[in-house]
């Protein structure tokens, strides 16, 4: 709707879903009846797929240098940088409305997440499933900074998303387990940067005072979670079941405890259930994901339980999406009610 020039009658706009995989790019087109007409051989498209593959490749390579170059000159001039992690679009002007050149004016370095994510791992297992490249070159790069007495990181968000939710409480752990600050900032409730310039000068006064007060980072950091396995020991432990389906878990609560299970089923869900979730679960989650952690930290904090007889059942798809991470952020919410 915003490109006028596609209404032009001698302009053809093609728009298929096309992956991106040098391997099955060339199947895929051939595929298509919007390819049909330019006959295009199978030969013709493997060799540009190739082609394509190497210079996104020869990119990538171009952009961790960059970020290497950048890194070592502001440790020889002993300068400090912002590495600002985001989605791929925020890079479009028209989206941070110029946040990188804010930054530089106040004299600190801007480095790409991106640029240097490729120079270390997270350690493993993260509280939370990291499932997606993007997410993963997040954590990347959150570690990277952790390791770097003159690097802080700026994340930017630019849209209440249930998955971005996900990271950013992720990349808060792992920069607090390095004594490091944490700076998010959803771009896209500003129309200027004046918000945005205190938030960052905030930022640089935070970093100068910790020079002046030889604050370092914790080099033995540790953001890993710890896990408590469900035993045959544990059998007869209370098990709290969430409510999902009313109908069906009422027949789920009565199976499980024919086979020998204390499972409780939640069945209320109140005002109270919704303010408990609020509060230990990120705003921008998806709602059931509020609904769910709300229903357990409530019931565990009512001093109904034996807090070392209880186990918590999550009875929700654990899908591909946000759905993935109620787990974790199960987890979160328990570590932070104690």
């Not at 020039?5 to 706009?13: G, M, N, P, S, V």
Request: glycine share 6%.
């Amino acid at each position: 709707n915003n490109v006028e020039e596609l209404k032009d009658k001698d302009i053809t706009f093609l728009n298929p879903f096309l992956p991106f995989d040098a391997k099955t790019l060339a199947e895929t087109i051939l595929g298509l009846p919007e390819f049909k007409k330019y006959n295009f051989t199978k030969k013709e498209l493997l060799n540009a797929a190739k082609l394509a593959e190497e210079e996104y490749q020869h990119c990538r390579a171009d952009i961790h240098a960059e970020g290497a170059k950048a890194v070592e000159y502001l440790e020889k001039k002993h300068l400090k940088g912002i590495v600002l992690a985001g989605r791929p679009y925020h890079v479009d002007p028209e989206i941070n409305h110029g946040i990188d050149t804010l930054i530089t004016s106040l004299g600190l370095g801007v480095i790409t997440g991106d640029s240097i994510a490729n120079q270390t791992e997270p350690k493993a297992p993260l509280r939370v499933v990291n499932q997606w490249v993007y997410h993963a070159r997040l954590y990347s790069a959150a570690d990277f900074v952790g390791k770097h007495d003159n690097l802080e990181l700026v994340q930017l968000n630019s849209f209440g998303c249930g998955v971005d939710a996900v990271t950013t409480d992720q990349v808060e752990e792992i920069l607090s387990s390095y004594n490091k600050m944490y700076t998010l900032i959803k771009i896209d409730e500003v129309n200027n940067l004046g918000a945005v310039r205190i938030r960052i000068r905030s930022l640089l006064a935070s970093m100068n005072k910790r020079e002046k007060d030889n604050v370092c980072t914790n080099c033995d950091a540790d953001y890993t979670v710890k896990k408590v396995m469900f035993t045959k020991d544990m059998k007869d432990y209370t098990i709290l079941c969430p409510q999902m389906a009313p109908i069906h878990f009422e027949l789920i609560e009565t199976a499980v405890r024919s086979c020998g299970y204390n499972l409780e089923l939640l069945r209320n869900c109140t005002q109270h259930t919704v303010e408990t979730g609020l509060k230990y679960v990120n705003n921008d989650a998806c709602y059931p994901s509020i609904l769910v952690t709300g229903q357990m930290i409530e019931a565990l904090e009512s001093g109904k339980y034996d807090l070392n007889k209880t186990a918590l059942i999550m009875s929700q798809t654990g899908g591909g999406c946000r759905a993935t991470n109620y787990i974790g952020f199960i987890r979160k919410a328990l570590k932070d009610a104690g």
